[in-house]
Nanobody
Framework: QVQLVESGGGLVQAGGSLRLSCAAS????????MGWFRQAPGKEREFVAA????????YYADSVKGRFTISKPNAKNTPYLQMNSLKPEDTAVYYC????????????????????WGQGTQVTVSS
């Protein structure tokens, strides 16, 4: 069982930056593809960004492209989601997710494709 724990959320003004991290209890992310999702109040969970097991392939939702960066540096460093130029509409609970992929270059954009989830971290962007 893989337990994921997000950190780094908080309150930030529009235009600011935050870095969310995702730690796995007792494991490294070398064997997993990862993703970030978010859920705003009253809305469905939505995809934000994904990265392959190798770290060489990434994919972003159009709403965050050019502003967010997903990274899975190496086995020793915690994966993160760097969020720049934040907007009030980015306000949500952010979740990291992980799964064992079919190949090193595969990434996944549907929540159902992920086996493990964190508990979420709140990000609030004020205008």
């Amino acid at each position: 069982q893989v337990q994921l724990v997000e950190s780094g959320g908080g309150l930030v003004q529009a235009g600011g930056s935050l870095r969310l991290s995702c730690a796995a209890s007792g494991r490294t992310f070398s064997a997993y593809a990862m993703g970030w999702f978010r859920q705003a109040p009253g809305k469905e969970r939505e995809f934000v960004a994904a990265i392959s097991r190798s770290g060489g392939s990434t994919y972003y939702a159009d709403s965050v492209k050019g502003r967010f960066t997903i990274s899975k540096p190496n086995a020793k460093n915690t994966p993160y989601l760097q969020m720049n130029s934040l907007k009030p509409e980015d306000t949500a609970v952010y979740y990291c997710a992980a799964t064992q992929p079919y190949s090193g270059s595969a990434y996944y954009i549907r929540g159902s494709q992920y086996a493990y989830w964190g508990q979420g971290t709140q990000v609030t962007v004020s205008s």
